[in-house]
């Protein structure tokens, strides 16, 4: 079983992801490799400049490791593949877009989605609250604007981060047990 948490940036995709994996059962934990994303820092202090290279390495890193994961393991990822199609109807148009989107059909698009994605639900001040706490220097010129926008790409296609999704809403009160107890809900029901 492959369960993918999604959310916009600070949304507690990463944390929550760990929480699950240490809850009783054999659930293991695939962090995103975003680390060894080359050119991540760039496409943050330059958007228009990087984001087809930031796309296709994206797309390129969370295929190889997505493809790798077996059959018969149950594992919590901090992404869903789908993410990489989000962020390109956010970033590229026209032939940019065509070129991922040919690369992402042939990589991701071929691999079997996962079998439960589950949205975190936040509010954008809270998002960029957790943002700011933090740190990544990276994402500290964050547009609110570039965030709204990309919370309406993800809603587009919601519906297709997995073969069942659901959401779960955290609010600033929630702390990360709460929120991962309320994905365990959502995803095997206790």
């Known amino acids: 079983m492959i369960i993918a948490l999604e959310g916009l940036p600070g949304a507690g995709k990463t944390t929550t992801a760990k929480l699950l994996a240490e809850r009783p059962g054999d659930v293991s934990y695939l962090h995103e490799r975003s680390a060894e994303h080359p050119f991540l820092e760039a496409f943050y202090s330059d958007i228009e400049r990087y984001k087809l290279e930031t796309e296709l390495c994206f797309v390129l890193l969370h295929y190889h490791q997505y493809r790798d994961i ?3 393991d149950t594992v919590v990822l901090d992404y869903s593949p789908i993410k990489d199609m989000v962020f390109a109807d956010l970033n590229l148009s026209g032939e940019d877009h065509s070129l991922f989107e040919a690369v992402y059909q042939r990589t991701s698009g071929s691999l079997p989605l996962p079998d439960v994605a589950v949205f975190l639900d936040l509010e954008l001040d809270l998002v960029l609250d957790r943002i700011a706490r933090r740190g990544r220097a990276y994402e500290s010129g964050i547009d ?5 926008a990309l919370g309406a790409a993800y809603e ?3 519906a297709e981060l997995g073969r ?3 959401r779960v809403g955290v609010a600033s009160n929630h ?3 709460r929120v991962a107890a309320a994905v365990a809900a959502a995803v095997w029901g206790t």
């Open 70 to 72: 077996a059959p018969t």
């Open 175 to 177: 702390e990360p047990e």
């Open 156 to 158: 587009h296609r919601v």
């Open 164 to 166: 069942r999704v659901e």
């Open 144 to 148: 609110p604007e570039y965030l709204r």
